[in-house]
């Protein structure tokens, strides 16, 4: 490894560990997770909503107290629902509600699509990640405008750079390429890390 590659790999980790911090911040104090993207990067939102929904890398099991409260009042279900369940860590896909985002497209205009819903659901203390691996996505760029208005965290997720979107993010993970195919490659073990680091801290006692 070169000493060139071997900074940004550094400068890279300081950022995917400030994007921890930001993101356990904004759970201790009843946040959410909003995610966006474009093409590739919309399965990507769906992807990383899927890791911290449910169990990633580490059990999630239910605490007494809240078995209990399932007893309580899930008569013959309880034993599965009590086996069965597991802690999330909330998380919204915007990219994944089609009747919502052709209403927006259709009705107001496409570059609207993630804006619109920032603006209705968004509040402040959440976090928005924005994935482009351009970073000149017009309507994640919107998105990211309004969710600094709203006083909402924006981590970007981008090509090398940033492009237009790094200046509307708090923390931007720009990772050292202009190939889409390769930036798409490298997003993967970068959110899976931020995925697993936030997991270990909830639920490795």
């Not at 550094?10 to 930001?22: T, Y």
């Not at 309580?72 to 369940?85: A, P």
């Amino acid at each position: 490894m070169s000493k060139q590659e071997s900074v940004s790999n550094h400068s890279k980790q300081i950022k995917i560990d400030a994007a921890v911090e930001r993101l356990i911040a904004c759970y201790d104090t009843g946040g959410k997770l909003m995610i966006c993207g474009n093409g590739g990067s919309a399965a990507d939102c769906e992807h990383i909503v899927g890791e911290l929904m449910k169990g990633f890398c580490l059990p999630r099991s239910l605490s007494s107290a809240d078995l209990d409260q399932l007893a309580k009042t899930c008569g013959d279900d309880t034993d599965l629902l009590g086996k069965k369940l597991q802690y999330g860590l909330p998380a919204l896909s915007l990219v994944s509600h089609s009747s919502l985002i052709t209403a927006i497209a259709n009705d107001l205009d496409s570059d609207m699509i993630f804006a619109q819903q920032i603006w209705g659901v968004g509040k402040t203390g959440d976090t928005l990640l924005a994935i482009s691996t351009s970073g000149n996505s017009r309507n994640i760029v919107l998105a990211a405008k309004v969710a600094r208005s709203k006083h909402i965290t924006v981590i970007g997720l981008t090509g090398e750079g940033g492009g237009l979107l790094a200046s509307h993010c708090d923390i931007l993970i720009d990772v050292p390429s202009d190939n889409v195919a390769r930036i798409q490659e490298m997003h993967i073990p970068i959110y899976h890390k931020i995925c697993q680091s936030i997991e270990a801290h909830y639920f490795s006692h």
